[in-house]
């Protein structure tokens, strides 16, 4: 069946520093989402990639769809403590109302 | 303001016991989902529905049963034949095929086998 794998399981980070979580695919994805779950949270909807290379930014978070639409990255620049929490992806299959989440990067910062 | 309703938040059932979690959303969205989280994992989908009166089983579905009456609602079941329950429940549910719009997610129900 559909995986999506996700590394690093766990990131301890000094505030300041950067930080990439990174989603691979068994499989050729529709699309790409990512979550943030705050601890004690819900996942809460970052962003959609859907085309082949897309790079997507939100101020301190860019976000990449791989070539082949199999990996996918989130990196954040510089930070913050507010950017503590859980990271997921979500893999679409080519059925837009189902997709596969990886197993999350939780991100700790210290200060 | 729009948005998911998950009740309880937390839930304490002893062994061979049946419980219910609500959900009941009022985004008007057709799309509503069931994921059940366990510490260090992903969600993993254990029941889907696309539209009322309607619903398909996910990857873990054994042990648990949904309906689908009402557009607003879409309650989820654990019953005795789920062997390991204790876990975090969400409910979320999405516009099918609107572009750049996730899942929305409820705030959850926290299952404890006693």
């Known amino acids: 069946g559909q995986q999506v794998m996700q590394i690093p399981q766990y990131q301890h980070v000094q505030e300041g520093e950067d930080f990439t979580t990174y989603c691979n695919s068994s499989?050729?994805?529709?699309?790409i989402q990512w979550y943030k779950q705050r601890p004690g949270g819900h996942p809460v909807f970052l962003i959609q990639l859907v085309k082949s290379g897309e790079v997507k930014k939100q101020k301190r978070l860019t976000f990449q769809f791989g070539e082949a639409k199999k990996n996918s990255s989130l990196h954040i620049t510089a930070t913050q403590t507010t950017d503590v929490g859980t990271y997921f992806c979500?893999?679409?299959?080519?059925?837009?109302?189902?997709?596969?989440f990886g197993s999350g990067t939780k991100l700790n910062v210290k200060p | 303001d729009g948005g998911i309703t998950q009740s309880p938040k937390y839930l304490f059932r002893k062994e061979g016991q049946n419980v219910t979690l609500s959900c009941e959303q009022n985004l008007n969205h057709d799309a509503m989902y069931w994921y059940r989280q366990d510490p260090g994992q992903g969600l993993r989908l254990i029941y889907y529905?696309?539209?009322?009166?309607?619903?398909q089983k996910g990857d873990i579905a054994e042990g648990y049963s949904v309906s689908r009456e009402k557009k607003e609602s879409f309650p989820l079941t654990v019953t005795s034949a789920q062997k390991n329950p204790t876990a975090f429940y969400l409910c979320?549910?999405?516009?099918?095929?609107?572009?750049?719009?996730?899942?929305?997610f409820g705030s959850g129900t926290r299952l404890t086998v006693v």
């Open positions: 979500a893999g679409g299959a080519y059925n837009f109302n189902k997709f596969y």
């Open positions: 529905s696309q539209i009322v009166n309607d619903f």
């Open positions: 499989t050729t994805l529709s699309n």
């Open positions: 979320a549910s999405r516009r099918p095929g609107q572009a750049d719009l996730g899942y929305t």
